[in-house]
């Protein structure tokens, strides 16, 4: 079955970086674009970054543009996100969401992994 597992979250102090990975099984992952959400404490679930299957396209929210960079290993089958200059605004559970293969990665998520919490304070 699909299985999507992040982990890297963690507590940091506003200006410091983090490096999300989600590790994928279960589905051909270099077929598949791919998605990190996040959802802070009262808020809906935002679209931060998409990446399509061969890393051809990348889309950010403007929130993290210049900030988060979204990448992928399909050897590895493996997602990244890194983060630079975290603000207290990003404070979320981050998920990894995956795409049916073939899909267009404007379509939504069809498979979402559990989550890992950010925060960032000082």
């Known amino acids: 079955q699909v299985q999507l597992v992040e982990s890297g979250g963690g507590l940091v102090q506003p200006g410091g970086s983090l490096r999300l990975s989600c590790a994928a099984s279960?589905?051909?992952?270099?077929?598949?674009?791919m998605k990190w959400y996040r959802q802070a404490p009262g808020k809906e679930r935002e679209l931060v970054a998409a990446?399509?299957?061969?890393?051809?396209?990348?889309n950010y929210a403007d929130s993290v543009k210049g900030r988060f960079t979204i990448s992928r290993d399909n050897a590895k089958n493996l997602l990244f996100l890194e983060m630079t200059s975290l603000k207290p605004e990003d404070t979320a559970v981050y998920y990894c969401?995956?795409?049916?293969?073939?899909?267009?990665?404007?379509?939504?998520?069809?498979?979402w992994g559990k989550g890992t919490l950010v925060t960032v304070s000082s």
């Open positions: 969401g995956a795409l049916e293969s073939g899909k267009p990665w404007s379509s939504g998520v069809d498979y």
């Open positions: 990446i399509t299957a061969l890393s051809r396209n990348l």
């Open positions: 279960g589905f051909t992952f270099n077929r598949s674009a």
